[in-house]
């Protein structure tokens, strides 16, 4: 199992799963501390993990602990299955829809800004509306449906006439299905969990301008994909140098640079698709062979 979980992981282009797996091992992680803590009659070991990982709703609490803007993002309600069950169904749906036509990266980013949008907007009303301060608990709060909404919202303005099938109802575009979420939560902006629906609307909105300032040539999660290239640059096994001197026949150089134009097209579209990092050594070759002609 593990295998095949690490197998699916390091798949290029293969942004969605990776933030789904991400999502359920800290889920696990997260549910056996919590068993553990209580069967032990130890809870407070389990909460202390907790604070350090959700947002809290005083911005006073939040600025000292800063980092949980994106660790609220991966964090579920570990006394249900329902909750991070839904959020990962709904962003698999969506975000291989996204990575089909804007590739991982802007998925992860896309992520990141939704949970950010949806962290910044809870700590904006708790903070400056009388009405969420009383009513919003200062425990803090967990989950990844504002970065969903984030992606659900950026691939229905993206293609808002796509149709998913869904079940009961057959095909449904899913602009409405975004409409759908963004109406619910904004009706439930002031119900039983305030807070939440308003992290939603923080994700949707982000969705929306992303892609909007994406249609114009601005990419808002390019600093995003920086840092994430800068993170596994670090993590990278660097390969020893080795350089070595031969002759190539005169016959193996003239094999190598008949590379067609068909060829090449195909190998754009595949760094298109999934990066550099995607080619194999051979194709790697080709396309430094045709840049020297």
């Known amino acids: 199992m593990l295998e095949e ?59 000292q602990k800063p980092w949980t803007v994106i660790t609220y993002a991966f964090v579920h309600d570990w006394t249900g299955i329902f909750h991070i069950l839904f959020n990962m169904l709904v962003f698999y749906w969506f975000g291989k829809l996204f990575v089909e036509y804007l590739g991982s990266d802007k998925l992860i980013a896309v992520y990141f800004l939704g949970a950010l ?44 006439d796509y149709t998913f099938f869904l079940l009961f109802l057959g095909p449904v575009r899913i602009k409405y299905i975004a409409g759908f979420y963004i109406i619910v939560s904004f009706l439930g902006s002031v119900g039983p969990n305030e807070g939440g629906n308003v992290a939603h609307l923080g994700g949707a909105l982000i969705g929306f301008l992303y892609i909007k300032q994406l249609q114009a040539g601005v990419n808002w999660g390019s600093w995003i994909t920086a840092i994430i290239e800068f993170i596994k640059s670090l993590f990278a096994p660097k390969p020893a140098v080795k350089v070595t001197y031969r002759k190539q026949s005169t016959t193996k150089k003239a094999a190598k640079s008949s590379v067609s134009q068909a060829e090449i097209d195909t190998i754009l579209d595949k760094i298109s698709d999934g990066g550099y990092e995607s080619l194999t050594k051979d194709e790697k070759e080709k396309l430094f062979n045709a840049s020297k002609k």
């Open 5 to 63: 979980f690490k197998n699916a992981f390091q798949r290029p282009n293969n942004g969605h799963v990776q933030l789904i797996i991400i999502n359920v091992v800290v889920y696990l992680v997260i549910a056996v501390i919590f068993v553990f803590s209580t069967a032990f009659q130890a809870p407070g070991f389990f909460e202390v993990i907790h604070h350090q990982l959700a947002i809290p709703a005083p911005i006073v609490e939040f600025i």
């Open 117 to 160: 949008a949806g962290g910044v907007a809870y700590l904006l009303v708790y903070n400056l509306i009388p009405f969420y301060e009383a009513r919003i608990p200062t425990g803090g709060m967990v989950g990844a449906s504002a970065a969903v909404y984030a992606v659900v919202v950026a691939t229905a303005t993206l293609l808002p």
